[in-house]
């Protein structure tokens, strides 16, 4: 689950990106280890919509964020009822939906070049073992970048499927999909190789 960047000049945005990955750790551990009863799911719930409004982000965009959750919670609640009890349904789905919103508002109100400018400062000490900061940051970065890409052909197909009359077709749906998206990722490897990304020349002249 990955938001786009909403601008803003609110608190959330001027907190630094290390502060708030590690304030999004806290939180998600503290979720996990302390919520135990729907009422726990409640408070938890109503201090996260506050953080949003302390971000300046309204409840469009905040429920856009989970709603791609819908269908894997409702499975989830459905397992949990048949095999434990509507309460432990209610906890586990509320404790999911929570913490995928909070790494939501940090991704809404964190730049993206923030983000990899702290993954690289913490990946710093593992050059000695080999690890390329700038790599892995690049491959963060492609990551974040593909996201809506994929979504955007999800979408595209989905039209198109209904538009034959083969909604209810999977197989409408995942094979042009999974087509569409080996041919993006065929024309990104290109266009790296043609950067020099994972030229072995160039591999070797940095070593």
């Given at each position: 689950m990955i938001g786009l960047y909403q601008p803003g000049r609110s608190l959330l945005h001027r907190l630094p990106a290390g502060t708030k990955l590690l304030l999004l750790m806290v939180a998600v551990?503290?979720?996990i280890a302390l919520v135990r009863r729907p009422v726990d799911v409640a408070v938890a719930a109503a201090l996260v919509c506050g953080a949003f409004a302390v971000g300046g982000i309204?409840?469009?965009v905040a429920l856009a964020q989970i709603r791609p959750l819908f269908w894997m919670v409702a499975l989830i609640a459905v397992?949990?009822?048949v095999f434990t009890t509507p309460a432990r349904a209610v906890v586990v789905c509320g404790v999911l939906v929570v913490t995928v919103a909070a790494a939501s508002l940090v991704?809404?109100?964190t730049r993206v070049t923030e983000m990899l400018d702290v993954c690289d400062r913490l990946l710093q000490p593992f050059r000695r073992f080999g690890v390329d900061p700038d790599r892995v940051g690049l491959?963060?970065?492609l990551t974040i970048?593909?996201?809506p890409v994929l979504t955007g052909i999800v979408h595209e197909v989905s039209d198109a499927r209904?538009?034959?009359g083969l909604q209810w077709s999977m197989t409408a749906l995942a094979t042009p999909v999974v087509v569409r998206a080996l041919r993006t990722a065929d024309a990104l490897g290109d266009s790296l190789v043609a950067r020099g990304v994972d030229d072995p020349a160039t591999d070797q002249d940095d070593s």
């Open positions: 551990v503290a979720v309204g409840p469009r397992f949990q009822v991704t809404l109100t491959l963060l970065a970048r593909l996201v209904k538009a034959r």
